[in-house]
């Protein structure tokens, strides 16, 4: 395969310490600077030009005999702003934009990617394509067959009411540093951080089956921390908005220094507490716990790509193979995992894969019995479905779609938080994501949090410290005996889900609500020195 290096523009100089301190003149040039880009961005994002040199591409390709091609313009936009003691120490625009062209020919796959977008390029590209594929098919022993799928032509863009790359670096900025203000207000706080990350992604799908897929895509996310020191012991404690498909109203919406102080009081008491005393507890975990825990116990499991061998080699294997769909018991009564790629604002919610196939919802587990995986065209007609799950994707213009988790999520039950909480005697409440150690199989694991409290007699008392619970997943999900409400129920993203050679990340959301497990062996990770 063909793997051009990125041509990335970087807006504005990378902050060196001796200019970590962000002036007005700073801000009004590096604005300026990132209006110029956007211009010259939209004026090489013409669609008409685009459609020109997919209809190039794709008319290159079929000459050749091929059974399949498609093509995918990509054009990314990502601004990084994050702040580090009370001070902005790291502003970042960059721009991304290249081809990507696939194509199947006597069943095997030649893909060819380059940076340089042009009608001189499109036909190199796509006859290296091609060739690829055809030295493939004389190796390949399985050949590949594609699971159909309707045309389709459609424009997919992202609601949002302010677009980040407009809202003033001035506005943004301030708002880092009065969070930060807040955060180490506090006695015993020594550090804090605060950052604001947003992306948008302009791309273009031409398949020869005729379908046609224009999307305007953004992102936007929002975290700070706060870090605590006691008798040599540091802690810490943070606050996200979660990566959502939405604008810079996603940041204004959240009050920032109501949690700019709530984590600074909760780090300064994580790194005083006790530490955890090794034993079986109930466990109460929050949403965002669980989107973690969901992500690495039911999401990677459920590729049906790596449930098939295919990940092996790298990223491993599942114990949810294709002979235990329909009757295998994942979890208690009390679990329905659902993918829903539909859901708006949630990350995988695009419209339409890599693959050209619509988004759509399905179950992975329900009442506790595996019953369906994440998959693309091309593995979806090994376990004989007759359409993809449309969970193709690549993460970016110069890397090869394959299948990647859904949005997963555990399905609301009828409790409250409280009534949750009210029928533990002796357990641990969790928040947030901490260190994490999962086996090839995803089958043995190990999970710690950001954030612990002691339950007795069903009340949160006081918080501990270096909570590690681990279990293996059926019989962790068996022991859930309960979930909360949908009121309860909060979404969580992620765009750092490694997979892949060359590695790729991909995003994706989960969401829960609280959910409690029975009898769980739960470790202390403190050492002497920590005591």
Known sequence: MLWSEHAILI????????????????????????????????????????????????????????EYADIRLLDTTTRTISGEDRRIAHLRESTDRGFGIRVLHRGAWGFAASSIISLEEIPRVADLAVEIAKGSSSLAITKVHLAPEPVHRDRIVTSCRLDPFAV?????????????????????????????????????????????LEFNLLAMQGDCMATAVHNGRFASRSFNTPHLRTGYELVRDADWAREGARIAEQAVEKVRAPAIEAGRYDLVLDPEHLSLTMHESCGHPSELDRALGYEANYAGTSFLTPDKRGTYRYGSAHVHLVADNTEPATLAA??????????????????????????????????????????????????????????????PGTATLDELLADVKRGIYIEGHGSYSIDQRRYNFQFGGDAFWLIENGRRTHMVRDVIYHGITPEFWGRCDGVADAGHRRRYGFITCGKGQPGQSGWMTHAASHARFRRVDVISGHTKADA
């Open 168 to 212: 003033p670096l001035e506005e943004q900025t301030a708002l880092l540093l009065s969070t930060m203000e807040v955060i180490q207000r506090h006695p015993g706080v020594v550090r804090s951080h605060a950052s604001l990350w947003a992306q948008r992604d302009r791309k273009l799908f031409v398949s020869t089956e005729g379908s046609h």
């Open 11 to 66: 807006v504005g100089e990378p902050l060196t310490d001796e200019k970590a301190d962000i002036g007005d003149r700073d801000l009004v040039i590096l604005r300026e600077t990132a209006c110029a880009s956007g211009a010259e961005k939209d004026a090489a994002m013409s669609g008409s030009q685009w459609d020109e040199l997919a209809d190039l591409a794709l008319s290159r390709v079929r000459a050749a005999g091929v």
């Open 350 to 411: 695009t419209g339409y894969d890599d693959d050209g196939v619509s988004c759509q919802k399905w179950d992975i587990v329900r009442e506790g019995i595996f019953v369906g995986y994440c998959t693309n065209r091309e593995v979806a007609t090994r376990i004989k479905e007759e359409r993809s799950r449309g969970s193709n994707r690549a993460d970016s213009w110069g890397s090869v779609p394959m299948v990647r988790i859904a949005n997963i999520g555990l399905e």
